[in-house]
């Protein structure tokens, strides 16, 4: 993850800790760490990100107006979360979604996977131009 840079919204001190030397080690930059909604709204209107780990309760608050905000702009996220996965909306369900206690071993690999859904479903302009190229030929 060389230069992965990650806003990691989690408002539990110790698991930001936790996850911050996670991506530390793995090579990536925590580049954000925010603890609310309208925090983590005004970071992402002016820090470039290319992944979030998105805590799904902050306080009381469920995080899902931020995942929209990603959602719409094609920013990769996990879900992060000690709660029932059943709690993400019917919107959201197609998201990677890690259990708190499997944060050690699931939380990067799962953004690694995000990231590369992400490219997957943005085709490079090399690609479109190739497929062009086809069907102008056929």
Not at 92 to 113: E, G, M, S, T, W
């Amino acid at each position: 993850m060389d230069g992965v840079r990650v806003l990691l919204v989690e408002d539990a001190e110790f698991i930001g800790e936790l996850i911050h030397d996670m991506f530390r080690d793995a090579g990536a930059a925590v580049v954000a760490q925010t603890q609310s909604v309208p925090a983590t709204l005004s970071v992402l209107r002016t820090l470039p990100v290319d992944v979030v780990c998105l805590d799904i309760l902050l306080g009381p608050q469920p995080s899902f107006a931020v995942a929209d905000v990603l959602a719409e702009r094609g920013v990769p996220f996990v879900f992060v979360t000690a709660c029932d996965p059943g709690i993400v909306p019917e919107r959201h369900r197609h998201q990677l979604v890690v259990d708190k206690d499997d944060i050690p071993y699931l939380l990067v690999p799962a953004c690694r996977a995000a990231m590369a859904r992400a490219r997957l479903r943005r085709p490079s302009p090399h690609v479109r131009s190739r497929n062009r190229t086809l069907t102008r030929e056929l």
